[in-house]
């Protein structure tokens, strides 16, 4: 339908991601969908576009068609966090989107969305020696951030690309040295010998591994989770069926956490923004969260 036959349809701005996941579509296709659910749309292509231009433009709803990477850089880029996100979730783990339940064909999506049914997702920011950095998801050093190196061959489907990754993972924990730690988390700290830290601010991380069983993406709390050598045995008989069992870690909770080690890749999201880290990483969570348009026929916290 030709966006002149819209002219009272809501403006979509879609960012797209034409490398996501393992089968990628195509710009045309995915504004065809779009257009067909009665929106009119602008396109950005996201690594190509300059993203926080097209985010100052006029538009009713943001669009992200893509993987974790590009929803987390539309949140983290947003200025005005009280126009929607509507998520397409074409990447390979789609972690955040299946935290905020929304799943299924991504062609059907859009017309299950309306602009005044939507859900939170907050936004969290690190400050490091790189300065300050946005993410969504987690940060971490230690076990999973070193398996992001270990995935085997391109996969042909996003299941495989996720088992891949768990793969990739339980090599890397079992193969893992203990390295020292520091947290300090408000009324409590932490320091020790660890084979993994995250600090995560939605359940999943990495090949979707649901690390913090009972995480909440909009409570404005990180889960702690620390994986000690003694935890190992237990960690790796989990790794082998991850998602028939919580994870055996019991977290705790902050709503900042300053995290030191020294001389190790750390992560954000799932990027490096240095490939070695020494020294102290003060984690937070920004004033305004975003939201994130639930599909009907969804059960979710949504606004009442």
């Known amino acids: 339908m030709p966006d002149e036959m819209l ?3 809501p403006v979509a701005l879609v960012v797209h991601n034409a490398d996501a996941g393992t089968d990628p579509v195509p710009r045309a296709e995915i504004e065809a969908v779009i257009r067909a659910a009665g929106m009119r749309t602008r396109y950005c292509a996201h690594g190509e576009d300059d993203l926080e231009v097209a985010l100052a433009s006029s538009f009713d709803l943001v669009i992200c068609a893509g993987g974790d990477g590009t929803l987390a850089h539309i949140a983290s880029c947003l200025g005005n966090a009280e126009r929607p996100i509507g998520v397409l979730p074409l990447g390979g783990s789609n972690n955040i989107a299946h935290a905020l339940g929304v799943d299924g064909d991504w062609r059907d999506l859009p017309h299950r969305w309306s602009l005044g049914r939507w859900t939170m997702l907050d936004r969290c920011e690190a400050d490091g020696p790189w300065g300050r950095r946005g993410f969504v ?3 971490g050093a230690g076990s999973l951030t070193q398996s992001f190196e270990r995935v085997d061959a391109e996969p042909g ?4 690309k996720r088992n891949n990754g768990r793969k990739a993972f339980r090599a890397a924990l079992e193969n893992a040295q203990p390295f020292p730690c520091c947290i300090e988390a408000g009324d409590w700290s932490w320091e020790g010998a660890c084979l993994m830290v995250e600090l995560m601010s939605i359940p999943y991380a990495g090949p979707r591994l649901r ?5 909440d993406p ?3 709390l990180f889960d702690v989770v620390l994986v000690r050598p003694e935890d190992r045995i237990d960690m790796l008989a989990w790794c082998d069926r991850p998602d028939d069992a919580p994870c055996p870690i019991e977290t705790r909770r902050a709503s900042m956490v300053r995290l030191s080690v020294n001389d190790l890749p750390f992560r954000l999201d799932d990027r490096s923004p ?3 880290l020494s020294g102290t990483v003060t984690v937070r969570f920004r004033p305004q969260p975003v939201r994130i348009l639930v599909p009907s026929q969804r059960s979710t916290q949504e606004n009442v």
Not at 157 to 160: G, K, Q, R
Not at 211 to 215: I, M, N
Request: no cysteine; proline share 5%; hydrophobic share 40%.
């Open 274 to 276: 240095d490939e070695r």
């Open 137 to 139: 998801e987690a940060v």
């Open 211 to 215: 690390l913090a069983a009972d995480g």
């Open 157 to 160: 489907t996003p299941a495989e």
């Open 218 to 220: 909009a409570d404005g």
């Open 7 to 9: 002219s009272d349809a």
